[in-house]
């Protein structure tokens, strides 16, 4: 079945620092794939996204490319700031529906 | 636009009870699905609704039932909780069937003592 698999943390990174956080994935097909982060107390907020292979997804300064040939879909960000601390999860859609498979998530510490 | 909307935010329960969460989707939004989310994991998903019928169902066992009513919203219930239905019970919701773009509740904290 459909597994993703992503770095453990915590991370802890000084601003200004930059952040790799690794996601590898297995699936059937060309999945989808996701990045969420959930802010403490709150729900998930999709980050980014990419549907097909060789598509980056970008928001907020975040980035991920969708890397077919090594099943990745790596986070990074070039420098982070003390409000992107939260736990950061990786996602994948594969079936005719929209069914989420996630990793277990990976928890980001900016300090000051 | 009020998003995505919980009821209740925390709960607590007795093994061998009952519960029943609500969530009513964001506006526009046809197709509600609900995850479990035990502490410091990733979600995992229990079922999809769309149309008011189950559509997609995860590895859960038959104590967890849910129902999508006309106008959307939709109901998840836990029979015979066991200490380990202690979670985080989020749920999502899209446009259509097949859109993967869903968003987020902020969860209902259910715990079971």
């Known amino acids: 079945g459909d597994s993703v698999t992503q770095m453990e943390g915590p991370v802890t990174l000084s601003e200004e620092a930059f952040l790799t956080i690794n996601c590898t994935y297995t699936?059937?097909?060309?999945?989808?794939l996701f990045w969420y982060v959930q802010y403490p107390g709150e729900g998930l907020q999709l980050l980014l996204k990419?549907?097909?292979?060789?598509d980056k997804g970008s928001n907020k300064g975040f980035e991920a490319t969708y890397r077919k040939e090594t099943t990745s879909f790596h986070l990074e960000k070039g420098s982070v700031q003390v409000s992107d601390s939260a736990v950061y999860f990786c996602?994948?859609?594969?079936?005719?529906?929209?069914?989420?498979?996630f990793g277990g998530g990976t928890r980001l510490m900016v300090k000051p | 636009d009020a998003g995505v909307t919980q009821s209740p935010t925390h709960l607590i329960k007795t093994r061998g009870q009952q519960v029943t969460l609500r969530c009513s989707p964001k506006?526009?939004?046809?197709?509600v699905s609900w995850y479990q989310q035990a502490l410091g994991q990733g979600p995992q998903f229990i079922f999809q609704?769309?149309?008011?019928?189950?559509?997609q169902r995860g590895n859960f066992p038959d104590r967890f039932s849910g129902h999508q009513f006309p106008n959307y919203s939709s109901e998840l219930n836990v029979n015979a909780l066991l200490l380990g239905d202690s979670a985080l019970y989020l749920c999502?919701?899209?446009?259509?069937?097949?859109?993967?773009?869903?968003?987020f509740g902020q969860g209902t904290r259910l715990t079971v003592v």
């Open positions: 699936a059937t097909g060309y999945p989808s």
């Open positions: 506006s526009g939004h046809d197709t």
């Open positions: 996602a994948l859609s594969s079936n005719a529906g929209n069914m989420l498979t």
């Open positions: 999502a919701s899209s446009k259509g069937q097949l859109n993967t773009e869903a968003f």
């Open positions: 609704y769309y149309e008011e019928e189950e559509r």
């Open positions: 990419a549907t097909k292979a060789d």
